[in-house]
Every structure is written in C-alpha cells, then in structure tokens.
C-alpha cells in the first residue's frame, strides 16, 4: 500500500504544471533607447518658408512696407531687388532706374520713384531718406471711401481746409484722379501726392514731402503727414 501510494504522488506531481517564468520587461544594461521621433525634413522646409516669407513681408524701404509695394506693384520688395541687381541698377543713376521701371517696367511714376530710392538704400547707394535732391518724408493712408471723393478732398480748396488747414501749400500740377504736385511754400521743398483706387468703396493717397534739409525734417514732416491724413480719413469716413 505504501508503495502504490509513492507511485501515485509521484504521477500526480508529474501532472502538475510548471510555473510560468516571469519576463522582467526592465532594459538590460548597456542597451539604448528608441530614438525619438525627429520632425521630419519637409515640415523644416515648410516652416523655414514661412519664416522666410513673414521677414520679407517686413521688409521696409523708403518708408513704405513690402505688402504695399507689392499690391501697388504686383512685386514686393524682396523681388524688386533681385530683379533690379540682374538689370544693373547698381551702376546706374537714380533717374535711369526710376526710367527703367517706368519705361520696361510700366511702374507709375510715383511708385517707380519709391522703388528707385528703396533700392538705393537696401544696396547702400544712399542715406536713409536721403535721395539726389535732399531727404524725402514719405505716407500713406488707406480711406474707405471713392476714389474721386479721395482726390476732391485734396484738390478742392474748401474741402481741404476741413482736415489740412493753415497748411503753407500751393498746388502747381494735379492730373484729376490721378497725382497732385504741391509747393511747400516754407522752405522750397514739395509734396507729390498718387491717388490709388482700392475697389469700388476703398482708395489710397500715398504721399512723398521731398527737397527737405535733413533727418530731422524728415522727422517733422513724418509726423506732421501722419495726424494730416488720420483727420482726412475721420472727415471722409464720418466718424
């Protein structure tokens, strides 16, 4: 009895099943990690040209901005450089380049003479402000309102006097809709003032004061142009 009772302990033991070893899911040492996930080489791209593009938006030459440049234009500042290096404006005088973009460019004169200046001064060809007849003050100012409602508020002397009164001015040359030469008559300098149409309810007035002594007038004048035209868009906006 005592034998088969050996016997069926030891099948019973046999029957049982071995206990499952445990995996340790510690790293073992000297093992290396998974790298992280890096961002992959396109969305570099994308992101550097989008960096690219919002400083070249930011660009700002002879006191007008890239994007206004470029919806005046149809080029932005960026491209008006690259395009008047490969024409050999660096050699050339302000008047050629100014022609040149008039002329094989149809730029309007006004515009054609901002880019000329603009230009010189990204290449270092002359001061900040400064151009070949003294230093220049530059503004603009978008109004919601139409075009010829825009130029009747400068070329009526009434209506002009409503948000630039006691101004020393004197009107020498105006094209109806279109540009207006004035004399300052403090001091021998000019403004010439290019009226742009926006769409059916929006225009722009861009103005250059040029012939003026210094940086300091330019500063002057700056400020003086800037609370000009923000109480011309009060008058024609009626606010």
Excluded: C
Excluded at 43 to 54: I, V
Excluded at 147 to 174: F, G, H, K, M, T
Excluded at 210 to 234: E, N, P
């Amino acid at each position: 009895m005592a034998a088969k009772r050996k016997v069926a302990a030891r099948k019973a033991v046999a029957r049982k099943p071995a206990a499952k070893r445990k995996v340790s899911r510690r790293p073992t040492v000297g093992a290396r990690r998974k790298p992280a996930t890096t961002r992959p080489p396109v969305r570099k791209a994308l992101a550097g040209a989008r960096k690219g593009a919002t400083a070249a938006k930011a660009v700002k030459l002879a006191g007008v901005g890239s994007e206004a440049v470029l919806k005046a234009t149809g080029r932005a500042w960026d491209e008006w450089l690259r395009l008047l290096d490969r024409a050999g404006a660096k050699s050339l005088k302000h008047k050629d380049i100014a022609l040149m973009l008039s002329r094989k460019f149809a730029v309007p004169d006004w515009w054609s003479q901002m880019i000329t200046v603009g230009y010189e001064q990204a290449r270092g060809l002359r001061a900040v402000y400064q151009k070949a007849d003294g230093f220049s003050a530059h503004a603009s100012k978008t109004v919601g309102t139409q075009l010829a409602r825009l130029y009747a508020a400068w070329s009526d002397p009434i209506q002009r006097a409503r948000w630039l009164p006691n101004a020393p001015i004197e009107v020498s040359r105006s094209t109806d809709g279109k540009s207006m030469r004035i004399r300052w008559t403090q001091g021998g300098s000019r403004v010439d003032v290019g009226f742009y149409s926006k769409g059916a309810d929006k225009s722009m007035v861009a103005l250059e004061h040029g012939k003026l002594a210094s940086a300091r007038a330019v500063a002057t004048q700056k400020a003086f142009w800037s609370d000009a035209l923000a109480r011309l868009k009060i008058v024609l906006e009626g606010r």
